[in-house]
């Protein structure tokens, strides 16, 4: 009778325990929600606090690394192979196409990151160096991990719905400095010029209309990172506007560096490839993984 007493306390305490666990979730689903698909700026940003509150709680609590977070939409999750960290990016349109970034890093030992989207110095971003308090915000949609010197080093591929005029694509690396601090941005994107000048960048920014898709990706079959090609064009609705024009661009690891090659097929599209899409639901909360995408 004991026996089945304990056995009885257990079922009922496991399931008040899986019931609390699940309300956290759709509290953080609604969250979530809210602050990606609501009509009013101030209640969209009102919703992220909420949720990023709620969010730090449950990737405090105890065995969280193991959570997939899978219920969270219109979150990016991203892991290393080893399982040493996860990165958690997101959004918020807060008015008339300005948008800010959240980010967070979480380590398997507990150990909480929160990216501050802090970064104003345009004319530097490809060569800073930065931390995680001055992190230029970007949805990251992939990562690749790649050796140097032994160390272990992950490209990040970002997304940036940008300032209304332009979208935005990001390329730049992720290290951990000796006291376990996230560092982002590494001199190791390396071209050199017609007149033999050598230029090294700490990432790659890809800027193109916000009626454009660009490609941004890794190819595992050629071992590269491959991108489009992007021109300033001249059109009706927009004027001056920055288009891809159907040609491919890439980097290729060799030795220390990620080496740029100005051609990657021979073949280019007879004409710059854009969406037409001005629907807000979809530009922003699109996976930039598959609707920025495109066929190569």
Same mark, same amino acid.
């Given at each position: 009778?004991?026996?089945?007493?304990?056995?009885?306390?257990?079922?009922?305490?496991? $399931?008040?325990?899986?019931?609390?666990?699940?309300?956290?979730?759709?509290?953080?689903?609604?969250?979530?929600?809210?602050?990606?698909?609501?009509?009013?700026?101030?209640?969209?940003?009102?919703?992220?606090?909420?949720?990023?509150?709620?969010?730090?709680?449950?990737?405090?609590?105890?065995?969280?690394?193991?959570?997939?977070?899978?219920?969270?939409?219109?979150?990016?999750?991203?892991?290393?192979?080893?399982?040493?960290?996860?990165?958690?990016?997101?959004?918020?349109?807060?008015?008339?196409?300005?948008?800010?970034?959240?980010?967070?890093?979480?380590?398997?030992? #507990?150990?909480?990151?929160?990216?501050?989207?802090?970064?104003?110095?345009?004319?530097?971003?490809?060569?800073?160096?930065?931390?995680?308090?001055?992190?230029?915000?970007?949805?990251?949609?992939?990562?690749?991990?790649?050796?140097?010197? #032994?160390?272990?080093?992950?490209?990040?591929?970002?997304?940036?719905? &940008?300032? #209304?005029?332009?979208?935005?694509?990001?390329?730049?690396?992720? $290290?951990?400095?000796?006291? &376990?601090?996230?560092?982002?941005?590494?001199?190791?994107?390396?071209?050199?010029?017609?007149?033999?000048?050598?230029?090294?960048?700490?990432?790659?920014?890809?800027?193109? $209309?916000?009626?454009?898709?660009?490609?941004?990706?890794?190819?595992?079959?050629?071992?590269?990172?491959?991108?489009?090609?992007?021109?300033?064009?001249?059109?009706?609705?927009? &004027?001056?506007?920055?288009?891809?024009?159907?040609?491919?661009?890439?980097?290729?690891?060799? #030795?220390?560096?990620?080496?740029?090659?100005?051609?990657?097929?021979?073949?280019? $599209?007879?004409?710059?490839?854009?969406?037409?899409?001005?629907?807000?639901?979809?530009?922003?909360?699109?996976?930039?993984?598959?609707?920025?995408?495109?066929?190569?």
């Amino acid at each position: 009778m004991r026996f089945c007493s304990v056995i009885l306390l257990l079922f009922l305490t496991n $399931s008040v325990f899986s019931q609390s666990y699940q309300s956290g979730f759709d509290e953080l689903v609604f969250y979530a929600d809210v602050m990606s698909n609501a009509s009013e700026g101030k209640n969209r940003l009102y919703a992220e606090g909420k949720f990023e509150e709620l969010f730090i709680s449950k990737l405090e609590e105890k065995n969280s690394f193991q959570e997939t977070f899978d219920q969270l939409k219109w979150i990016s999750k991203i892991e290393d192979s080893e399982h040493h960290f996860k990165i958690f990016t997101w959004f918020v349109e807060v008015d008339g196409d300005k948008f800010s970034h959240f980010g967070i890093i979480q380590k398997s030992d #507990g150990t909480i990151v929160n990216l501050r989207d802090n970064y104003s110095n345009p004319y530097d971003i490809e060569y800073d160096i930065l931390d995680g308090n001055n992190w230029i915000g970007a949805y990251y949609y992939d990562m690749k991990e790649y050796i140097k010197n #032994g160390e272990t080093y992950y490209l990040l591929l970002g997304y940036d719905p &940008g300032n #209304g005029k332009n979208k935005r694509k990001i390329l730049e690396v992720l $290290s951990f400095d000796e006291n &376990g601090n996230p560092v982002f941005g590494k001199e190791v994107f390396k071209s050199i010029d017609p007149e033999k000048r050598t230029n090294i960048k700490s990432r790659i920014v890809i800027d193109y $209309s916000k009626n454009a898709s660009a490609t941004l990706t890794f190819d595992d079959q050629l071992n590269i990172i491959m991108f489009e090609n992007i021109i300033s064009v001249m059109t009706p609705e927009e &004027g001056p506007t920055l288009l891809p024009d159907g040609s491919y661009k890439a980097y290729k690891q060799e #030795g220390d560096y990620w080496i740029y090659k100005d051609k990657v097929f021979d073949q280019v $599209s007879s004409e710059p490839p854009t969406d037409g899409s001005h629907n807000r639901q979809e530009g922003l909360f699109g996976s930039p993984k598959s609707s920025e995408k495109k066929e190569k």
